[in-house]
């Protein structure tokens, strides 16, 4: 799987939207960008993913650039409850393909 | 998504004694569940892949006599460490990715276990 770097952390104001990049420069044309997140102590939760296009459903919005060796998750209204450990994480599709976790970015949601 | 179901949530044990954690998935049948070790304040490990029926495919350095992976069944599978020790101590969190579906894995709430 190709591999992903994020920053460590970032943080943003209660109700602003957060836009917490990932590069992938080494991305391959069957591998899909993943999103979840974890928070504290818990299992990690799925987000959102895609290929090329851009998606949105409830949680959150993510946009891919042109070229896939990038993508931003934006989550438009950012709660306390949105802090957390973000993973953007790239692999192929299907029932058995496993995500490798790397280290995530650790978002924090300030009042 | 789908509901995963992970017991204990918890578990304390004495060193040398054998932890069974049990990973349900709750709403379709999972033919691929996934376990994953995470020490504090690291990221996800891949510990191994269990497929229902087979033999389950441990990553490159998890020993397959210490943990061992049971997915009898579409909707359990059971991570066993034997013969634990503190270094054992860890957060043990299983996932589920069913036929059909694109990818997405859906986990448990996690197990956290504590040797003593």
């Known amino acids: 799987d190709a591999k992903t770097t994020q920053p460590p952390s970032m943080d943003c104001a209660e109700g602003r939207a957060a836009n917490l990049p990932c590069n992938h420069s080494?991305?391959?044309?069957?591998?899909?960008v993943y999103w979840y997140r974890q928070i504290h102590s818990q299992g990690p939760q799925y987000i959102i993913h895609?290929?090329?296009n851009n998606e949105t459903n409830e949680m959150a919005s993510l946009i891919i650039t042109e070229d896939r060796k990038s993508s931003t998750l934006i989550l438009p209204h950012a709660t306390l409850r949105d802090t957390a450990v973000y993973y953007c994480?790239?692999?192929?599709?299907?029932?058995?393909?496993?995500?490798?976790f790397g280290k995530g970015i650790t978002l924090s949601v300030r009042p | 998504g789908a509901v995963v179901s992970q017991h204990p949530s918890w578990v304390i044990c004495k060193s040398g004694t054998s932890v069974k954690i049990e990973c349900r998935s709750l709403?379709?049948?999972?033919?691929?569940m996934f376990w994953y070790r995470q020490f504090p304040k690291q990221s996800l490990m891949l510990m191994a892949t269990?497929?229902?029926?087979?033999?389950?495919?441990?990553e490159q350095g998890v020993e397959k006599d210490k943990f061992l992976i049971n997915h009898a069944s579409l909707t359990l599978s059971t991570l066993t460490v034997t013969s634990a020790h503190p270094e054992d101590s860890s957060f043990y969190i299983c996932?589920?990715?069913?036929?059909?579906?694109?990818?997405?894995?859906?986990f448990g709430e996690g197990s956290r276990l504590t040797v003593l």
């Open positions: 709403d379709f049948q999972a033919t691929t």
């Open positions: 895609g290929l090329k």
């Open positions: 994480i790239v692999s192929i599709t299907g029932a058995n393909s496993k995500l490798t």
């Open positions: 080494t991305i391959s044309g069957n591998e899909y």
């Open positions: 996932s589920v990715s069913g036929r059909g579906r694109t990818g997405e894995l859906f």
């Open positions: 269990s497929n229902e029926g087979s033999k389950a495919t441990y």
